[in-house]
């Protein structure tokens, strides 16, 4: 029993808390790419080891312990009778309440976005099969006299460029713009951002879950101005983005002057573009470790408790 007061203690402070810890590496300038990885694991951790802790509340832990759903139902037998419950009763039916809301809460946000998702289906099939023809992370060059540029995620991503933006760009500036939507689409940034997004809309009242999809959309920037940068030279990246800063933007994809602007051209004029690919993998691994450490826990104490309910 400790150590479930211990766990359910720390994965609330973790939800309320935790998000304090990769905005001050983000204060440090730590690469985007090792933030993007302890933002993600944070909040996929964070939620986790809530369900598990709601499991672990739910289960008996012993043969002297019903478990929450076992007192919840004592709870209801004493209101059918007329009866006020006791403590503990209460206690576990307002535990399996709000275990009930968060999973229909979850449910609810999930379906609302794939209900969005096949209602743009049709305009993105459009696009895919006017893209058959290239090959894979090639883009789709589409007549628009203003420099576009964006990336469409999905099992087959798509990148989607303007004439436009041949014609008022270097050649150098175009690959740069290529490289950087290419990096969205290898970096399953849409993806990351959905999950984000999704779980945010889900439980608005974490502060965890709530600061991700903002501090999430910029440090996918970030890392895909870092990843063209390395591949084309950060002048061209700088080029690339103060021509397209100022266009208007896509609804649903990511285009490469979003978010950041100025800082991301102050950090390009530096010269400042990551750390090396062993110098990332550390550190992605050590901010891995620490955002997995409370769910890890908390999972594995779930499964004793399962192994003692069933035993």
């Known amino acids: 029993m400790t150590a479930l007061v211990a766990l359910v203690a720390g994965t609330l402070l973790f939800g309320w808390h935790g998000h304090r810890v990769p905005m001050w590496l983000a204060d440090r300038r730590v690469d985007p790419t090792i933030?993007?990885?302890?933002?993600?694991?944070s909040t996929l951790g964070f939620v986790a080891s809530l369900f598990a802790m709601l499991s672990l509340v739910a289960l008996p832990v012993d043969e002297h312990h019903a478990g929450a759903f076992g007192l919840a139902g004592n709870c209801w037998m004493a209101l059918s009778s007329g009866v006020l419950p006791g403590t503990a009763e209460a206690v576990a039916a307002a535990g399996v309440v709000a275990a009930t809301f968060v999973v229909a809460r979850v449910g609810l946000v999930v379906h609302g976005r794939l209900r969005h998702r096949r209602r743009n289906a049709p305009h993105l099939?459009?696009?895919?099969?006017?893209a058959a023809g290239c090959r894979t992370q090639?883009?789709?060059?589409i007549e628009d006299e203003r420099p576009l540029a964006l990336s469409i995620g999905g099992r087959s991503g798509l990148i989607v460029m303007s004439r436009g933006l041949r014609d008022q760009l270097t050649p150098a500036a175009v690959h740069a713009t290529l490289e950087h939507e290419r990096a969205h689409l290898r970096g399953r940034h849409h993806l990351i951002l959905a999950i984000v997004e999704t779980?945010?809309?889900a439980l608005p009242w974490c502060p965890l879950l709530r600061a991700a999809p903002d501090a999430a959309r910029d440090l996918v920037e970030l890392a895909a101005d870092s990843q063209a940068a390395r591949?084309?030279?950060?002048?061209?990246?700088?080029?690339?983005?103060?021509?397209?800063?100022?266009?208007?933007?896509?609804v649903g994809a990511l285009a490469m002057a979003?978010?950041?602007t100025a800082a991301r051209l102050q950090r390009l004029s530096t010269g400042s573009i990551g750390g090396s690919v062993?110098?990332?993998?550390?550190?992605?691994?050590?901010?891995?470790?620490?955002?997995?450490?409370l769910p890890t826990a908390t999972a594995a104490l779930a499964v004793s408790a399962v192994q003692c309910a069933f035993a």
């Open 35 to 41: 933030l993007l990885t302890g933002w993600v694991l």
């Open 258 to 260: 979003g978010r950041l």
């Open 278 to 293: 062993l110098s990332r993998l550390a550190g992605c691994s050590a901010v891995a470790a620490g955002a997995l450490l």
């Open 231 to 250: 591949r084309c030279g950060p002048s061209a990246v700088h080029e690339a983005l103060s021509r397209l800063a100022g266009h208007p933007l896509p």
């Open 138 to 141: 090639d883009p789709l060059w």
């Open 125 to 130: 099939q459009q696009l895919r099969l006017l």
């Open 199 to 201: 779980l945010a809309l």
